[in-house]
């Protein structure tokens, strides 16, 4: 199967225990994750290969966060170090009518400070045949913008397949670059864009035409992402694939999940989980975009399929503590037949 490298930052995620305000900690929790190694992970749990790329401090945490990646079968040899710090999230779990909450302590983290030059992509993508990024990556820093552009550019050159998350994160930012123009520029070298109506809309203007997109509650109509679809094409035309996750929020605990993929000429739509009881929501996009890339290399053209795989799978990672997803090709085969009652398997 093709090998896929994924790039971005990695982080320490501290977080109070179940349910608990900030204000009551008094110890945390702790995990390793980021959407470009949330993605590493799943493809890796799938039986992808898959090296992630990014840059590390040479100390104890830099190297507890390089061994996590092992752990899970990721690829880490082609990881660079340099830099003081590895950066840190720290999330508040929210549940019912009270929303999360995350706090980045991030600035002048390792990646934060790479600089162009720092990797060698030609080497990197010698044996690659998937690049990914997301919309993370260059929110970080100027310095890191400048690095995944110098990937995309090389990916491109080398013909691989180029996707992108576009995450827009309304926390990141703050360095003063332009938003816009960076993520138009680092977008038009990709085949696969995911992203919903808020990163659309945040990073390129682009907005639903002629419909009013509710996200709260279970009204949420795939149909109505059709507009934004056919802008995001128009806007870049090397894209071969659009994807949105609909993401409805009856609340923090019950959230209704599916997704869409438009192809150019045909609009795929999954069926809707009712996912109630949340464990966890951070890295569901991640785990998304992970079950997409498995499925758009594993089932021969079949884009209904990807699509249904990409949903059941993110659907699962909601019941898991952490940043990745920790399920199997069979767990998510499962899902997708209709077997959601949970009982035990002995």
């Not at 790329?53 to 390089?66: E, F, H, M, S, Y």
């Not at 975009?289 to 758009?296: E, K, N, R, S, V």
Request: aromatic share 8%.
């Amino acid at each position: 199967m093709s090998k896929v490298v994924t790039f971005g930052e990695i982080m320490l995620r501290l977080a109070p225990p179940g349910f608990l305000r900030f204000s009551q900690a008094t110890n945390f929790e702790l995990v390793y994750g980021g959407g470009e190694s949330n993605v590493a992970v799943s493809l890796a749990n799938f039986g992808v290969s898959v090296d992630f790329v990014t840059r590390l401090p040479k100390n104890d945490i830099g190297q507890c966060a390089l061994m996590e990646m092992r752990k899970h079968g990721v690829g880490v040899d082609k990881i660079i170090h340099g830099g003081d710090r590895l950066g840190i999230y720290f999330l508040e779990t929210g549940a019912v009518s009270r929303g999360s909450k995350v706090i980045y302590d991030r600035a002048n983290s390792s990646m934060a400070e790479i600089k162009t030059g720092m990797i060698n992509w030609e080497e990197i993508f010698a044996d690659a045949e998937w690049f990914h990024w997301t919309g993370i990556t260059p929110a970080i820093s100027q310095s890191a913008a400048d690095v995944c552009l110098e990937a995309v550019k090389v990916a491109s050159k080398l013909g691989l397949t180029i996707s992108t998350d576009l995450n827009y994160r309304a926390k990141l930012w703050n360095y003063g670059g332009n938003r816009e123009a960076i993520m138009t520029e680092l977008t038009s070298y990709c085949d696969i864009i995911l992203g919903n109506e808020e990163d659309a809309e945040m990073h390129f203007g682009i907005k639903p035409e002629g419909v009013d997109v509710q996200t709260h509650g279970h009204d949420l109509k795939a149909d109505a992402f059709l507009s934004v679809c056919t802008q995001m094409m128009g806007k870049f035309p090397r894209a071969k694939k659009v994807i949105t996750t609909l993401r409805g929020s009856i609340s923090a605990s019950h959230n209704t999940w599916a997704g869409v993929l438009y192809d150019g000429t045909t609009m795929y739509e999954s069926a809707q989980y009712q996912i109630t009881d949340i464990v966890d929501r951070v890295g569901g996009g991640d785990s998304f975009m992970g079950g997409l890339i498995y499925g758009l290399l594993t089932f021969n053209g079949d884009d209904q399929k990807a699509l249904d795989f990409a949903v059941a799978a993110s659907a699962l990672k909601h019941t898991i503590k952490g940043d990745a997803n920790l399920v199997t090709v069979e767990e998510v085969k499962k899902l997708m037949g209709g077997d959601a009652s949970g009982r035990v398997a002995r």
